[in-house]
């Protein structure tokens, strides 16, 4: 299993400051993708549980927030309200590889996260303070995200059961939300001196007021209501409960997955049946803890939903894993129904947050529900990435301009009223009338007769999801197109599409020439002379290469479904560790690490098992390379071996790979080249060579 090393934070610092100006991207999202608010648009803001966000989008609990780098990238995009990965006490978990198989609609092998427990803390802080320094920065944001616009809100996800919760190391965790003052104060310190400015900043030590619960793996009725009845007494959160699509029943379930939308090749994995609460039961579960919360002056809510447990019938994940977890189109249509059967029993007045199969295209009808938030997963592990989320936000402004609304509420009360051949604000202040009204001053709305309207509009939402034929299986069953050719170290398209679909930015790019040429395998006989060996080819056909640092790599084999070609960019392309140590813990898996010193530069990589090393001085003068046998100098010049001499006693004639060599300099000097930001070279990239 591969492991994720979280980023020295002045590297990630030095990223946000530098790259946008170096190659006008930020972790390779280029400016064009990222979301700034306007001013011509209608108001997005929304409250949640009393707390102001920009806009009710964000990415959901998963993939693309687990690490700090990964954080920005969502606020970057325009997400408001980031769910956090959900944290456990253990955090020593074996998961498969690959874990995430997009080809279609979506399925994936993890459920939580993948760092140590104190490790997301950091990088929940880290995150943070990232996503401060680049709302502050006028360079980057001209402004525009000074106002409510930027507002985000951060929501933590724990599971899953009450002894792991209760556990010191989840407290822990739990405190480290409420006050990251410590925290901050270390990592305030490791900002590099050339952005001391941003060292003055007041960041938010309070970095979250709500806490989701996830219900996955059999937890109890009776054990759901003791957790949320911790974190609300104990801890002073408002909470969420993550609801589980089987709650739903199992006929009506399988009746729309497979009578309705065609997904006859599934099959919902019996246990997940078991283990679910029973629809009554989340009712009741509903009304006592919107009962005990309310005595403590805090708010609960429910969440739809989890992914989907069924059974595997797929190939692509490793042996073993019998059940996955379906998530995509038709885990939209299934939750939409549970969602709409739940508001109908339980009303109007209980915050529902939505994650199931949103896009583009239903993010606005989501929000017309009053959902908050609506966030998103599997659509962002799609090409274009993080890039995707900003056209969420133009189509909900869009929506809204149509149904000329100013603002969410207006455009949750208008956006029905000719479908349902009434005024929906008639309806929905009908429905609020029977327990009073709750009329904010100055607002022109009365906030029960929002949330009525969305009650209302989340039938006719679920009826048409329930219509729609792209929710079907006949309109998800292709799969990403390939080429007849396979990647290289130094060969691929260059189509980019690997970097925006790895959701912790682990691709990036790095600048090489052009280059084709001829040469000879080096021969070293026991007695120190060498001679020509066997004339072999070697040629990097473009100006742009693509590599993985390992460190942000899991593994997760995202970036070989939407690959045109062969092979997989995380396994053909070059994959470059953070530290010498993390690249010996790889070990045997091949990859490379760079290291640089005031009067040189350093690689080593492990090539098919095999170790080389190459050093080169600043003044590129001359290259010293070794294998496992034979050091040898080269002149930068001309690369013609100039001197050999053995690393321990020969008893034959040595081959020197010299492929190696001429592939171990053009890694060098490309990772390191300060042309271009990237994660091996943060840490230097304002030196001078």
């Not at 219509?467 to 990403?480: C, F, G, I, Q, T």
């Amino acid at each position: 299993m591969a492991e994720l090393i979280p980023a020295p934070f002045r590297d990630l610092v030095t990223r946000l400051y530098r790259e946008p100006k170096a190659q006008d991207s930020l972790f390779e999202l280029p400016r064009r993708k990222w979301y700034l608010p306007d001013d011509a648009q209608p108001d997005l803001s929304v409250q949640f549980h009393g707390v102001r966000a920009g806009n009710p989008s964000g990415p959901a609990s998963g993939p693309h927030t687990q690490m700090a780098q990964n954080l920005l990238l969502s606020y970057a995009a325009g997400g408001r309200i980031l769910e956090l990965k959900t944290v456990q006490e253990n955090d020593r978990l074996e998961i498969g590889r690959p874990c995430i198989d997009l080809t279609n609609v979506g399925y994936n092998i993890e459920w939580s996260q993948e760092l140590r427990v104190e490790d997301s803390l950091r990088e929940y802080v880290a995150g943070a303070m990232l996503v401060e320094m680049y709302r502050r920065n006028a360079d980057l944001t001209g402004g525009a995200l000074d106002g409510p616009g930027g507002d985000v809100i951060y929501d933590i996800s724990v599971g899953y059961d009450l002894r792991g919760i209760r556990s010191p190391k989840v407290t822990r965790f739990l405190e480290g939300m409420r006050d990251a003052r410590p925290l901050i104060d270390r990592l305030r310190a490791e900002i590099p001196r050339e952005f001391s400015f941003a060292e003055s900043y007041d960041y938010p030590a309070r970095l979250s007021d709500s806490v989701t619960l996830s219900t996955f793996h059999g937890c109890p009725v009776d054990e759901i209501e003791s957790i949320c009845e911790h974190l609300i007494a104990q801890h002073d959160f408002d909470v969420i409960v993550k609801m589980n699509p089987p709650t739903l029943g199992r006929e009506r379930l399988e009746q729309l997955l497979c009578d309705v939308m065609g997904y006859t090749a599934l099959r919902v994995n019996p246990k997940a049946y078991a283990a679910a609460i029973s629809f009554d039961e989340s009712i009741e579960l509903c009304e006592r803890l919107t009962r005990f919360a309310a005595r403590r002056d805090r708010r609960v809510g429910f969440k739809f939903s989890n992914t989907l447990e069924v059974e595997n019938h797929r190939d692509f994940f490793p042996a073993g894993n019998d059940v996955m977890y379906l998530s995509g189109q038709p885990l939209y249509v299934i939750t939409m129904t549970l969602t709409d059967e739940f508001r109908r029993r339980a009303g109007p007045d209980v915050p529902i947050s939505f994650s199931a199969g949103i896009d583009a295209q239903n993010f606005p009808l989501a929000v017309a529900c009053g959902f908050v938030p609506v966030t998103v997963c599997s659509d962002l592990l799609r090409p274009g990435g993080y890039g995707r989320l900003p056209s969420y936000l133009a189509s909900l402004a869009k929506e809204m301009r149509k149904a000329g609304a100013a603002s969410v509420d207006a455009y949750i009360l208008r956006r029905f009223e000719q479908e349902r051949g009434t005024s929906a604000r008639a309806d929905a202040e009908s429905l609020a009338s029977a327990s009073g009204s709750d009329r904010e001053p100055g607002s022109g709305f009365d906030a029960r007769a929002v949330r009525s309207a969305g009650l209302l509009n989340t039938s006719i939402v679920a009826r048409m999801a329930r219509e729609d034929a792209r929710y079907r299986a006949e309109k998800n069953s292709a799969v990403p197109k390939r080429i007849d050719s396979h990647l290289a170290i130094f060969d691929c398209i260059t189509c980019d599409k690997c970097l925006p679909v790895c959701p912790n930015a682990a691709n990036f790019k790095y600048p090489t020439p052009k280059v084709s040429f001829d040469y000879h395998d080096v021969l070293v006989s026991p007695d120190g002379r060498w001679r020509k060996g066997e004339l072999r080819h070697f040629e990097i056909s473009a100006a742009l290469q693509i590599a993985c640092y390992a460190d942000f790599c899991n593994e997760c084999g995202n970036c070989d479904t939407f690959c045109p070609e062969y092979g997989g960019p995380y396994i053909k392309k070059p994959s470059f560790f953070g530290s010498v140590a993390s690249w010996e813990r790889a070990a045997p898996r091949d990859g490379f690490v760079a290291e640089r010193t005031k009067t040189h530069r350093f690689i080593r990589g492990r090539i098919k098992g095999v170790v080389f090393r190459l050093a080169r001085d600043h003044e590129s003068v001359w290259y010293r390379f070794e294998d496992d046998a034979v050091e040898a100098t080269f002149p930068a010049s001309d690369h013609e071996l100039t001197a050999v001499k053995f690393l321990r006693p020969p008893d034959q004639e040595h081959r020197l790979d010299m492929w190696a060599y001429h592939t171990l300099r053009h890694l060098l000097d490309g990772v390191l080249d300060a042309s271009r930001v990237n994660q091996i070279n943060a840490e230097w990239v304002s030196e001078s060579p």
